[in-house]
């Protein structure tokens, strides 16, 4: 089946961190090394947006907001993509959602909250 599984979710307090992990499976993710990865999110009442990206060649990019305070990164023996949050805020809260893409074919994972609270 193919598929990405997300984890790494949950409630964390401000200035908290978290590690989204991002794992893909299916036949078609035998390379998975040539496909782009990405992480989104999408808070109540919000439109998804990019989180972090990195492509297949390793190069990463992200939004302005998580600048110096995320990084994603990725084990292509694991077929795993990564999300490292540091310095979490209140405005973090979102669902946050991985994706793969190599053109023409795109997939999405399923989603996993993440909450910042006291």
């Known amino acids: 089946q193919v598929q990405l599984v997300e984890s790494g979710g949950g409630l964390v307090q401000p200035g908290g961190s978290l590690r989204l992990s991002c794992v893909a499976s299916?036949?078609?993710?035998?390379?998975?090394?040539?496909?782009?990865m990405g992480w989104y999110r999408q808070a109540p009442g919000k439109e998804r947006e990019l989180v972090a990206r990195?492509?297949?060649?390793?190069?990463?990019n992200y939004a302005d907001s998580v600048k110096g305070r995320f990084t994603i990164s990725r084990d292509n023996a694991k077929n795993t993509v990564y999300l490292q949050m540091n310095s979490l805020k209140p405005e973090d809260t979102a669902v946050y959602y991985c994706?793969?893409?190599?053109?023409?074919?795109?997939?999405w994972g399923q989603g996993t909250q993440v909450t910042v609270s006291s």
């Open positions: 994706k793969a893409d190599r053109l023409p074919f795109s997939l």
């Open positions: 299916g036949s078609i993710f035998s390379l998975y090394s040539l496909y782009n």
């Open positions: 990195i492509t297949s060649g390793s190069s990463t």
